[in-house]
């Protein structure tokens, strides 16, 4: 068990819905990263939270949304779904020292995912 | 671009053998590299991390080396195990100006081993 909490574990929907994906990292850790995993595809940076505010974006789609509480939880908004938006939705959490640059040794923990079809 | 390619693709090797992943990659400028080994609609779990200075790396019967001179990585399995059949994903990260880690993703190598 990595520590990193994510919910729900399966979710089937139809296209044009929206959903949400919420992931709680572990303790003491305040940055949350999502990641996109697509059917024997690599995994897919999305986006980057760190206590609170957003600090990176990668392959992000302008449909999905995400954004990181005051508790350090983190939802992932999709919405307009498609069928191409099946894929598994991991969540990973670290621990970014504030104001001092990433150890190199820092590690990223990553949740059991969401497996989202979109049917 | 950063980029982080693997191979082979896919790999299937009988119980007991040894085998041998290759990551290579571009990304600059380096911090570290970290091999994950992901079972199947599971959550990547980390096997080894290093950093510029280091050029081997054990954990268990998984040994990682690293030649930042030819940007290389391998991943050496010894006496697989059925449970060693999963994804074997390389992960380089590099430092970017505001001292946080831009990751990369490999796309993984598939292992497969039979009895």
């Known amino acids: 068990d990595s520590g990193v909490t994510q919910t729900p574990k399966h979710l089937i929907t139809a296209t044009g819905q929206r959903v949400t994906l919420r992931c709680s990292p572990r303790?003491?850790?305040?940055?949350v990263y999502w990641y996109q995993q697509s059917l024997d595809q690599g995994l897919q940076f999305l986006i980057h939270?760190?206590?609170?505010?957003?600090?990176a974006k990668g392959n992000i789609l302008e449909r999905f949304s995400a954004q990181q509480f005051p508790d350090l939880h983190s939802e992932l908004n999709l919405s307009s779904l498609e069928l191409g938006d099946s894929a598994l939705y991991f969540c990973?959490?670290?621990?970014?020292?504030?104001?001092?640059?990433?150890?190199?040794?820092?590690?990223?923990?990553f949740g059991q995912g969401t497996r989202l079809t979109v049917v | 671009k950063n980029q982080v390619e693997q191979s082979p693709q896919s790999l299937i090797i009988l119980e007991g053998k040894n085998c041998t992943l290759q990551?290579?990659?571009?990304?600059?400028?380096?911090?570290?590299l970290r091999w994950y080994k992901q079972d199947t609609g599971r959550g990547p779990v980390s096997l080894t991390i290093?950093?510029?200075?280091?050029n081997t790396k054990s954990n268990g019967r998984y040994t990682a080396t690293l030649d930042a001179d030819t940007k290389q990585s391998s991943l050496h399995i010894t006496a697989s195990q059925l449970s060693d059949s999963a994804s074997y994903i390389c992960?380089?990260?590099?430092?970017?100006?505001?001292?946080?880690?831009?990751?990369?993703f490999g796309t993984g190598t598939k292992l497969q081993v039979i009895p």
């Open positions: 990973a959490s670290s621990v970014v020292p504030t104001g001092t640059p990433l150890t190199s040794r820092t590690e990223a923990f």
């Open positions: 939270y760190y206590n609170g505010e957003e600090r």
């Open positions: 303790s003491g850790d305040l940055s």
């Open positions: 992960v380089v990260s590099a430092m970017n100006s505001g001292g946080y880690q831009k990751v990369t």
């Open positions: 290093m950093t510029f200075s280091e």
């Open positions: 990551c290579n990659y571009t990304v600059s400028p380096f911090s570290n």
